[in-house]
């Protein structure tokens, strides 16, 4: 058969040179490994089809050897064919030129099997690899799937080979660079990535869209979100040694720009960043949060929005250092639940919920009165679900900071909580279970005897959560058990 193959795939007519890739491809799942005596003739035979003078061919070889490379990845006989991936990359791109998305996604797929491969002569390639995919993540005539797919494999490389990729220093500002341009040349918010999983937030965007919003873009990837995962990726996996300044620096030079969307890209890739690189950001804070509150006051609704998501990671993820900015950093927030965005609001109350979670009293006392009254306020007058479900997180957060202090709006806020711990709407569940909630934090905030009047009715509610079909419902009712 192999003798059959060989001299088809030398045969002077394309069709047959075609076919004989098409038999090596359907041979690969089933006998994979017993063509191990054939490997360096094959290796031969796809070298001179990915030159061939005819497209089909190239096709059909790629196709072929793809599916070996992908079988073989964890084996050690993936070296004879390793040196074959540039070639592999250089028809592959001349695929994506001409929008044959097939033979890139197959590629794609077949780079992202090799990503853990264990050999050498596979990892050498790691430049060309990146390279590639880098180009077809800014190729806006491809499929968003077949990009997104180009920037899981970068993603992947950075996880599997986190300090080779940091140490080219060349590849890692040309991937950075493109991934930031990706976000500023973007029309959509980069604070998004905050609120994905949250159908609330769904909700409220196709009702802000208006006719021309279609609720299934939120589900797909989209150019921002392929940016910042992959980022977020980069950041996490790659030695802060190497990333932390290239990313940071592009955030500043950023923020200082006169045009809008620079400064979004800006200010949002520092909040994306801040999970992944918190150990060294918690060192730099004072120079970086200058220029985060100057983007909460920006003119632009996008970058304020992005300032408000960057100031929610930090304060998540820069604990304790973030704590020595809360004078400045609450009344900035305060004043952002008033904006006339939706989202500002939102994303707002997340940053209260992140950042008074790990307060002192003192720390939020000054702001303490003002700030339960305009979360109240708001969870009353806004018909926006997520709007309220992160006004709620919040004002529970608000109650851990506040401790005994809280006590005395315990009866107005568990008022508020009472009427949506009634919910029985079951696209409503989640703000159900997010007021039971704020119950439990509020009892250990303010301690059992001022808590003792609302216990009876918060008991009851969470039990009667356990009578829902709802695992959600579930899991807040045990907790407030707890």
Same mark, same amino acid.
């Given at each position: 058969l192999f003798q059959f193959i060989a001299k088809a795939a030398g045969d002077a007519n394309g069709d047959a040179r075609e076919l004989a890739? &098409?038999?090596?491809?359907?041979?690969?799942?089933? *006998?994979?490994l017993h063509l191990k005596p054939q490997f360096p003739s094959m290796a031969t035979l796809f070298a001179n089809a990915l030159n061939d003078s005819e497209t089909k061919v190239q096709n059909a070889s790629v196709k072929a050897l793809g599916q070996l490379l992908s079988y073989l990845a964890d084996e050690q006989e993936v070296d004879i064919f390793a040196a074959l991936i540039p070639p592999v990359i250089g028809v592959a791109d001349a695929c994506r030129k001409r929008s044959d998305e097939d033979t890139v996604s197959n590629t794609l797929d077949v780079l992202y099997d090799l990503s853990y491969s264990p050999s050498p %002569? /596979?990892?050498?390639?790691?430049?060309? *690899?990146?390279?590639?995919?880098?180009?077809c993540i800014?190729? +806006?005539?491809?499929?968003?799937?077949?990009?997104?797919?180009?920037?899981? /494999?970068?993603?992947? $490389?950075?996880? +599997? =080979?986190?300090?080779? #990729?940091?140490?080219?220093?060349?590849?890692? +500002? $040309?991937?950075?660079?493109?991934? #930031?341009?990706?976000?500023?040349?973007?029309?959509? +918010? %980069?604070?998004?990535?905050?609120?994905?999983?949250?159908?609330?937030? =769904?909700?409220?965007?196709?009702?802000?869209?208006?006719?021309? #919003?279609?609720?299934?873009?939120?589900?797909?990837?989209?150019e921002t979100s392929?940016?910042?995962?992959?980022?977020?990726? @980069?950041?996490?996996?790659?030695?802060? =040694?190497?990333?932390? $300044?290239?990313?940071?620096?592009?955030?500043?030079?950023?923020?200082?720009?006169?045009? %809008?969307?620079h400064r979004k890209a800006g200010i949002a890739c520092l909040g994306v960043a801040a999970e992944g690189c918190s150990e060294p950001l918690r060192e730099h804070l004072p120079d970086v949060m200058p220029h985060v509150f100057a983007a909460a006051g920006d003119a632009d609704a996008q970058v304020r929005e992005c300032a408000c998501f960057a100031l929610g990671q930090i304060s998540e993820h820069c604990q304790p250092e973030i704590l020595a900015y809360s004078s400045q950093i609450l009344p900035i927030v305060f004043a952002l639940l008033d904006d006339t965005s939706v989202a500002v609001q939102a994303t707002s109350c997340y940053?209260?919920?992140?950042?008074?979670?790990?307060?002192?009293?003192?720390?939020?006392?000054? @702001? &303490?009165?003002?700030?339960? =009254?305009?979360?109240?306020?708001?969870?009353?007058?806004?018909?926006?679900?997520? /709007?309220?479900?992160?006004?709620?997180?919040? &004002?529970?957060?608000?109650?851990?900071a506040a401790e005994e202090e809280f006590a005395p709006y315990i009866a107005g806020v568990s008022s508020l909580m009472a009427k949506l711990m009634s919910l029985n709407e079951e696209k409503l569940y989640s703000l159900r279970g997010r007021a039971l909630e704020c119950m439990g934090h509020m009892a250990i905030a303010v301690g059992k005897e001022n808590f003792r009047p609302y216990f009876q009715e918060t008991m009851r509610c969470a039990c009667e959560g356990l009578t829902f079909d709802s695992t959600d419902l579930h899991e807040f009712a045990y907790a407030v058990f707890a």
């Amino acid at each position: 058969l192999f003798q059959f193959i060989a001299k088809a795939a030398g045969d002077a007519n394309g069709d047959a040179r075609e076919l004989a890739f &098409l038999i090596l491809g359907e041979m690969t799942e089933t *006998i994979g490994l017993h063509l191990k005596p054939q490997f360096p003739s094959m290796a031969t035979l796809f070298a001179n089809a990915l030159n061939d003078s005819e497209t089909k061919v190239q096709n059909a070889s790629v196709k072929a050897l793809g599916q070996l490379l992908s079988y073989l990845a964890d084996e050690q006989e993936v070296d004879i064919f390793a040196a074959l991936i540039p070639p592999v990359i250089g028809v592959a791109d001349a695929c994506r030129k001409r929008s044959d998305e097939d033979t890139v996604s197959n590629t794609l797929d077949v780079l992202y099997d090799l990503s853990y491969s264990p050999s050498p %002569a /596979v990892a050498v390639h790691l430049n060309a *690899i990146v390279l590639f995919c880098l180009a077809c993540i800014q190729d +806006s005539n491809l499929e968003m799937g077949v990009r997104d797919s180009a920037a899981l /494999v970068i993603a992947t $490389q950075a996880e +599997s =080979k986190p300090k080779t #990729f940091g140490k080219d220093d060349a590849l890692l +500002s $040309q991937v950075l660079e493109a991934l #930031f341009n990706l976000i500023e040349n973007s029309e959509e +918010s %980069a604070a998004g990535a905050l609120f994905e999983s949250n159908p609330a937030w =769904k909700e409220d965007m196709a009702e802000e869209g208006g006719d021309d #919003f279609d609720p299934e873009d939120l589900d797909s990837p989209s150019e921002t979100s392929m940016a910042q995962g992959t980022l977020d990726m @980069l950041a996490c996996e790659i030695p802060k =040694k190497f990333v932390f $300044q290239p990313i940071v620096s592009r955030c500043i030079s950023r923020l200082t720009s006169p045009h %809008a969307h620079h400064r979004k890209a800006g200010i949002a890739c520092l909040g994306v960043a801040a999970e992944g690189c918190s150990e060294p950001l918690r060192e730099h804070l004072p120079d970086v949060m200058p220029h985060v509150f100057a983007a909460a006051g920006d003119a632009d609704a996008q970058v304020r929005e992005c300032a408000c998501f960057a100031l929610g990671q930090i304060s998540e993820h820069c604990q304790p250092e973030i704590l020595a900015y809360s004078s400045q950093i609450l009344p900035i927030v305060f004043a952002l639940l008033d904006d006339t965005s939706v989202a500002v609001q939102a994303t707002s109350c997340y940053v209260l919920e992140m950042f008074c979670e790990r307060l002192e009293p003192e720390g939020v006392r000054p @702001l &303490l009165d003002a700030l339960v =009254k305009k979360l109240a306020s708001m969870l009353e007058s806004t018909t926006k679900r997520s /709007v309220q479900e992160m006004a709620v997180a919040a &004002l529970a957060a608000t109650a851990v900071a506040a401790e005994e202090e809280f006590a005395p709006y315990i009866a107005g806020v568990s008022s508020l909580m009472a009427k949506l711990m009634s919910l029985n709407e079951e696209k409503l569940y989640s703000l159900r279970g997010r007021a039971l909630e704020c119950m439990g934090h509020m009892a250990i905030a303010v301690g059992k005897e001022n808590f003792r009047p609302y216990f009876q009715e918060t008991m009851r509610c969470a039990c009667e959560g356990l009578t829902f079909d709802s695992t959600d419902l579930h899991e807040f009712a045990y907790a407030v058990f707890a």
